[in-house]
């Protein structure tokens, strides 16, 4: 089971957190991606951590700017988001998959947790 946490309101030029917690998966054996989807759009692949963290994935609208990182003690999977705008408004969800190297296709996934709201506004 996944659980995504660390969603909130946040200004424009403002930094958040999300963090992907896992129970009875241990996220050191598998593919960490993180997706969101904003109103009326499509789900998108925003970045992704192979089981090994040697290749990482970001979408074009957010490099430069998130970072994506493991903390194999605790079972977590971190999204740094930083120089936050608007257009990064959505639900962030996490999600692991067994494939080598990650994608950003949500059709690679298995695992889903419930998805964080990230508010970007003045």
């Known amino acids: 089971q996944l659980q995504a946490s660390g969603g909130g309101l946040v200004q424009p030029g403002g930094s958040l957190r999300l963090s992907c917690a896992a129970s009875?998966?241990?996220?050191?054996?598998?593919?960490v991606g993180w997706f969101r989807q904003a109103p009326g759009k499509e789900r998108e692949g925003v970045s992704c951590l192979n089981a090994n963290d040697l290749h990482t994935y970001y979408a074009e609208s957010v490099k430069g700017r998130f970072t994506i990182s493991r903390d194999s003690n605790k079972n977590i999977v971190y999204l740094q988001m930083n120089s936050l705008k608007p257009e990064d408004t959505a639900v962030y969800y996490c999600?692991?998959?067994?494939?080598?190297?990650?994608?950003?296709?949500?059709?690679?996934?298995?695992?889903w947790g419930q998805g964080t709201l990230v508010t970007v506004s003045s």
């Open positions: 009875g998966l241990i996220l050191n054996e598998h593919g």
């Open positions: 999600a692991t998959t067994p494939y080598y190297p990650c994608s950003n296709s949500g059709s690679d996934y298995e695992y």
